[in-house]
């Protein structure tokens, strides 16, 4: 195996299908139904509680924020969502 030579530095783009759709529900209104990526948002920050997904209800127009454990940041970062790195300030 030989190694390539890195042209770029950065994130690596990966393709996703257009297909890829999540499922969500609204603590609101009750609705369920399903997202494509680009409908959602990811914060990723230190710790649990400030890591979230928040994406608007296309049923009832509110904002939705959710807690997202690992296994949910990985299947939305996966999955093609845009992701958000929250850094902590310096001390």
């Known amino acids: 195996m030989t190694a390539l030579p ?4 950065g ?4 393709p996703v299908p257009a ?5 969500a529900a609204c603590p609101g209104c009750r609705a369920r139904f399903e ?11 230190a710790s649990r509680r400030t ?8 049923e009832c127009g509110s ?3 959710k807690p997202a454990g690992e296994r949910i940041v ?10 958000l790195r929250l850094h902590t300030a310096a001390r």
């Open 6 to 9: 890195r042209t770029h530095c």
């Open 11 to 14: 994130p690596v783009t990966v």
């Open 19 to 23: 297909a890829v759709r999540f499922r």
């Open 63 to 65: 904002a939705v924020r």
């Open 74 to 83: 990985e299947l939305l970062t996966g999955g093609g969502v845009r992701t």
């Open 35 to 45: 997202l494509g990526a680009e409908a959602l948002r990811l914060a990723i920050g």
């Open 51 to 58: 890591t979230f997904y928040s994406f608007t209800c296309p």
